[in-house]
T-cell receptor, first 116, second 116 residues
Framework: AQTVTQSQPEMSVQEAETVTLSCTYDTSESDYYLFWYKQPPSRQMILVIRQEAYKQQNATENRFSVNFQKAAKSFSLKISDSQLGDAAMYFC?????????????FGKGTRLHILP | NAGVTQTPKFQVLKTGQSMTLQCAQDMNHNSMYWYRQDPGMGLRLIYYSASEGTTDKGEVPNGYNVSRLNKREFSLRLESAAPSQTSVYFC???????????????FGEGSRLTVL
């Protein structure tokens, strides 16, 4: 069974600085998707960025980028120029692309604080 | 566009009572999910349905049942509620395997359930 691990329950970063959130996963599959979701205090879940495992190029969405290390099964999220609105819970998620049961699992999350 | 709608938003139950959480999506998605969110535990998958007529257990299915009533609706039932089921429950949907898909989940607003 696949697992997703986020080892940093909480992190803090100064506004305008850069922060990296860690995620590791365990799978025996070769093809899958990885995601980062953001959950602000409103409780709404927002997709931040996605990565297809077969793509070697790291995904980027404006200030958000990932460092995808397939061999190490690592998928970290880098937030550049941190803003107060980035304060939220961040969840890493895994979805298999090799079977049709469409199961998607999450890590325990990292709470990010932005210091003004 | 309503997206994913779940009801009720809040519910208080006594131990042993039963209830059903309702979820409906209007995006013609094939896959639907129920997650629970607890402090420090992240989002844990309870049950999911990759297509109409199929359901599968997730990480924490004990004490729950589900019904995929049709393509739009996916309900979660607690037959005999326990205090350990106090949580915030999220319904989500995804396009699924039958179309070009990147696996993004679309979430409802969440339902806060308290079992006394």
């Amino acid at each position: 069974a696949q697992t997703v691990t986020q080892s940093q329950p909480e992190m803090s970063v100064q506004e305008a600085e850069t922060v990296t959130l860690s995620c590791t996963y365990d799978t025996s599959e070769s093809d899958y998707y990885l995601f980062w979701y953001k959950q602000p205090p409103s409780r709404q879940m927002i997709l931040v960025i996605r990565q297809e495992a077969y793509k070697q190029q790291n995904a980027t969405e404006n200030r958000f980028s990932v460092n995808f290390q397939k061999a190490a099964k690592s998928f970290s999220l880098k937030i550049s120029d941190s803003q107060l609105g980035d304060a939220a819970m961040y969840f890493c998620a895994y979805r298999s692309a090799m079977n049709r049961d469409d199961k998607i699992i999450f890590g325990k999350g990292t709470r990010l604080h932005i210091l003004p | 566009n309503a997206g994913v709608t779940q009801t009720p938003k809040f519910q208080v139950l006594k131990t042993g009572q039963s209830m059903t959480l309702q979820c409906a999506q209007d995006m013609n998605h094939n896959s639907m999910y129920w997650y629970r969110q607890d402090p420090g535990m992240g989002l844990r998958l309870i049950y999911y349905s990759a297509s109409e007529g199929t359901t599968d257990k997730g990480e924490v299915p004990n004490g729950y049942n589900v019904s995929r009533l049709n393509k739009r609706e996916f309900s979660l039932r607690l037959e005999s509620a326990a205090p350990s089921q106090t949580s915030v429950y999220f319904c989500a949907s995804s396009v699924g395997w039958e179309a070009p898909n990147t696996g993004e989940l679309f979430f409802g607003e969440g339902s806060r359930l308290t079992v006394l």
